[in-house]
């Protein structure tokens, strides 16, 4: 509780951390690898590269201020109250995911993903959501060009898609209650879609 972290690597291979109240600087990056069962709360993070292979992680209201190549290879994740700026390639190749409370700037977002739920989100992402599988997104926006190419079994309700070409490419794609802005040319290219 209440610390602040500078240098690299202090949380590789941990169990029921929990972290509480802290910063963690620039400096520490790739600071939370290959752990299990841990909880941050309240926390801000300005260093990249966080969080990579964890199993079981609960996040809730942390701010990231450079989130490139965070969350890659974690499973079971309960996620609420992020902020996230720059997170290019954020959650790459990671699976079981629940996310309530969500902003997102950076681009190639959940690429590779599998079985995540999301709820009240903003995301701000080019290339969102390619090679997915079993995602969905309830009451939210996305504003995205090439939103979703290559998925499987996405899911949208009640959301907002705004971007160039979105949502081609996609095999067995739900739209239920959704409206599409009025940069959203070419969308559906071979998709199979029931809106």
Same mark, same amino acid.
């Not at 620039?26 to 966080?50: F, H, L, N, V």
């Not at 949208?156 to 949502?167: E, I, M, R």
């Given at each position: 509780?209440?610390?602040?972290?500078?240098?690299?690597?202090?949380?590789?291979?941990?169990?029921?951390?929990?972290?509480?109240?802290? !910063?963690?600087?620039?400096?520490?990056?790739?600071? !939370?690898?290959?752990?299990?069962?841990?909880? @941050?709360?309240?926390?801000?993070?300005?260093?990249?590269? @966080?969080?990579?292979?964890?199993?079981?992680?609960?996040?809730?209201?942390?701010?990231?201020?450079?989130?490139?190549?965070?969350?890659?290879?974690?499973?079971?994740?309960?996620?609420?109250?992020?902020?996230?700026?720059?997170? =290019?390639?954020?959650?790459?190749?990671?699976?079981?995911?629940?996310? =309530?409370?969500?902003?997102?700037? %950076?681009?190639?977002?959940?690429?590779?993903?599998?079985?995540?739920?999301?709820?009240?989100?903003? !995301?701000?992402?080019?290339?969102?959501?390619?090679?997915?599988?079993?995602?969905?997104?309830?009451?939210?926006?996305?504003?995205?060009?090439?939103?979703?190419?290559?998925?499987?079994?996405?899911?949208?309700?009640?959301?907002?898609?705004?971007?160039?070409?979105?949502?081609?490419?996609?095999?067995?794609?739900? @739209?239920?209650?959704?409206? @599409? %802005?009025?940069?959203?040319?070419?969308?559906?290219?071979?998709?199979?879609?029931?809106?």
């Amino acid at each position: 509780k209440n610390c602040e972290f500078e240098g690299k690597y202090p949380f590789w291979h941990n169990e029921n951390a929990v972290i509480e109240n802290c !910063i963690f600087r620039e400096g520490a990056r790739a600071a !939370i690898w290959y752990t299990k069962s841990m909880k @941050m709360i309240d926390s801000i993070i300005e260093a990249p590269k @966080m969080f990579r292979d964890i199993d079981g992680l609960f996040l809730k209201n942390v701010t990231f201020s450079d989130a490139k190549e965070t969350l890659w290879y974690c499973q079971n994740l309960d996620i609420h109250d992020i902020k996230v700026k720059n997170g =290019d390639y954020i959650f790459m190749h990671s699976s079981n995911i629940k996310i =309530d409370k969500f902003e997102l700037d %950076g681009n190639y977002s959940f690429q590779y993903c599998k079985n995540v739920e999301i709820h009240n989100a903003t !995301i701000n992402s080019k290339d969102a959501f390619w090679n997915t599988e079993n995602v969905t997104v309830y009451d939210s926006v996305i504003n995205s060009e090439y939103f979703a190419w290559h998925s499987k079994n996405l899911r949208l309700v009640n959301c907002k898609v705004s971007g160039l070409q979105p949502l081609c490419y996609c095999d067995d794609l739900v @739209m239920e209650n959704c409206t @599409m %802005g009025e940069v959203c040319n070419l969308c559906f290219e071979y998709s199979t879609i029931k809106a």
